[in-house]
């Protein structure tokens, strides 16, 4: 089935300091890939994503490009900010027999100090 | 505004008392499950629901049960509840799975003691 491989930190970065996440995938056909952001306390919410090959998702100063042929969805930020301190996750769609969910990768907790 | 509403955010209950968590989306959205997530372990999907009347099982559904009467309600049941369900619980809906976002509510903490 579809699987998510994250780097899972935790990071910890001084404020306008540049963020990769690293995230690769193993999927039949061409998913939809995503990448989600909970911040404390709060629930998860959609950051970027992308639908098919070569497209980039960018939300928040935030980017990734769906790379079919290193099968990567990488995020990254030109210049973090205190309040980018999250916990980010990678996802993507699984659906077989019986089974429709989004598979996630374990998470990284992103700290940005001033 | 669109939203996916859990209750409650925090509970502490014993071990065997029966408890239901309660979720309900307002964006008419057809596709809803429900997810814990543990430390180390990420996010695991308990159940899901393709529309009313229309429910399945996920990778961690011992346990639990689930309902969908309406479109917008998706109640997690917890007939007996043990201490290895103490977790963070979250509801999410979508409208097209697999290629549209996912909703989450702000997630229920739970503690079985």
């Known amino acids: 089935g579809n699987s998510v491989t994250q780097m899972e930190g935790p990071v910890t970065l001084s404020e306008e300091a540049f963020l990769t996440i690293n995230c690769t995938y193993t999927a039949t056909g061409y998913p939809s890939l995503f990448w989600y952001v909970q911040y404390p306390g709060e629930g998860l919410q959609l950051l970027l994503k992308?639908?098919?090959?070569?497209d980039k998702g960018s939300n928040k100063g935030f980017e990734a490009t769906y790379r079919k042929e290193t099968t990567s969805f990488h995020l990254e930020k030109g210049s973090v900010q205190v309040s980018d301190s999250a916990v980010y996750f990678c996802?993507?769609?699984?659906?077989?027999?019986?089974?429709?969910?989004?598979?996630f990768g374990k998470g990284t907790l992103l700290t940005v100090n001033p | 505004e669109a939203q996916v509403t859990q209750n409650p955010r925090y509970l502490i209950t014993v071990t065997g008392k029966k408890l239901t968590v309660t979720c309900s989306q307002n964006m008419n959205h057809e596709y809803m499950s429900w997810y814990r997530q543990d430390p180390g372990l990420g996010l695991r999907q308990i159940y899901y629901?393709?529309?009313?009347?229309?429910?399945d099982k996920g990778d961690v559904p011992e346990g639990y049960k689930v309902s969908r009467k309406e479109k917008r309600n998706f109640p997690l049941i917890l007939e007996s509840p043990s201490p290895n369900q103490t977790s963070l619980y979250f509801c999410?809906?979508?409208?097209?799975?697999?290629?549209?976002?996912?909703?989450f509510g702000q997630g229920t903490r739970l503690t079985v003691v």
């Open positions: 629901s393709m529309n009313v009347e229309v429910t």
């Open positions: 992308a639908t098919k090959a070569d």
């Open positions: 996802a993507l769609p699984h659906s077989g027999g019986s089974n429709y969910k989004l598979t």
């Open positions: 999410a809906s979508t409208r097209e799975f697999g290629h549209t976002e996912a909703f």
